[in-house]
């Protein structure tokens, strides 16, 4: 099965390979998101590329910045490829509006070791794993090398926002949230928490990078809940990192999956994209096609790349 690891071309600029996406400069100075099938799991990227997931993530995004266009705008411009997508040039705002509806993950492991107050939230004694909050809440935190929350009087005060600016982020992020939450319910889905980034295109906030995808966002099982708030299984790349902690060896985690695990992640991707958009993945039933072909067959086809 043919899969995308890494993208690269003369014809276009480089501007940045991230864990996931890899991005070039488009001949008209826009850019060009490339969402890979690299996964990272523990700050690193795995050898195994996981089949369809770029197209997956892509798709997903796609989907959701449809949706919400009308509480915000977005960046894209248009999706030139099931891996691709063409994008307007904003300027990122280096935060990360992080809105959980549940106690879970690194949050549940401060609130075990005594922790109450999270980016300024504080919540109260006596809350069990998996238990939802009252309402929405909002953990900023900032985008550098290693991520840290932050309160919101303190992104103001560091410079990262204007108060303005971050109020305005604030209403959106949530609003966005709702949106989220209500579609995926009808799905039997829990969206638990995610992340959303915003950035400055002629000075007007838009919704940038991705939006509700298994890579920034945490999915429940709405059935899987109902039986166990406290085990329900995560829809997303849960399933890789718990084999990869099962499978650590002298402290170190595997950095390549087998054939039967990377199947099986495909298929989660696959289900979790059929689930939320309703029909499946176009380019789901490919088993051979030589992904990177397509990718710059339909580059050239939309005027950004000029043919070998």
């Known amino acids: 099965m043919n899969t995308l690891n890494q993208f690269d071309t003369p014809q276009l600029q480089l501007l940045h390979r991230g864990k996931v996406r890899d991005s070039f400069r488009a001949p008209n100075g826009e850019r060009i998101i490339v969402v890979t099938d690299r996964l990272s799991a523990f700050d690193s990227v795995l050898e195994t590329p996981i089949a369809h997931k770029g197209a997956?993530?892509?798709g997903l995004a796609n989907f959701w910045f449809e949706k919400t266009k009308d509480i915000i705008p977005n960046h894209v411009i248009e999706l030139v490829d099931a891996n691709a997508m063409l994008v307007k040039e904003a300027e990122p705002i280096r935060v990360e509006m992080v809105v959980r509806a549940?106690?879970?993950?690194s949050m549940w492991r401060g609130y075990q070791a005594g922790q109450r107050t999270f980016s300024g939230v504080t919540v109260p004694d006596g809350m069990t794993k998996h238990q939802p909050f009252p309402e929405f809440i909002l953990t900023p935190t900032t985008k550098e090398e290693?991520?840290?929350e932050i309160t919101p009087e303190n992104l103001v005060s560091e410079g990262w926002v204007s108060q303005e600016l971050y109020d305005q982020m604030a209403v959106k992020a949530l609003a966005l949230f709702k949106v989220g939450s209500n579609l995926l319910k009808e799905k039997g889905i829990i969206l638990v928490d995610t992340k959303y980034e915003f950035g400055l295109l002629n000075g007007e906030l838009i919704l940038i990078d991705e939006i509700h995808t298994p890579d920034s966002s945490r999915f429940w099982s709405a059935e899987d809940y109902a039986k166990n708030p406290e085990t329900a299984e995560q829809m997303d790349k849960e399933y890789v990192r718990q084999w990869?902690?099962?499978n650590k060896q002298d402290g170190k985690y595997p950095r390549?999956?087998?054939?039967?695990?990377?199947?099986?992640a495909s298929r989660r991707y696959l289900d979790i994209y059929e689930r939320i958009v309703g029909s499946p993945l176009p380019t789901g039933s490919e088993q051979t096609t030589d992904v990177t072909a397509r990718l710059v067959g339909n580059l050239v086809r939309a005027g950004l790349m000029t043919p070998n």
């Open 244 to 246: 990869l902690i099962a």
């Open 56 to 58: 997956v993530l892509n």
């Open 102 to 105: 549940y106690l879970t993950g």
């Open 146 to 148: 290693s991520d840290r």
């Open 256 to 264: 390549a999956l087998t054939p039967e695990v990377s199947a099986e």
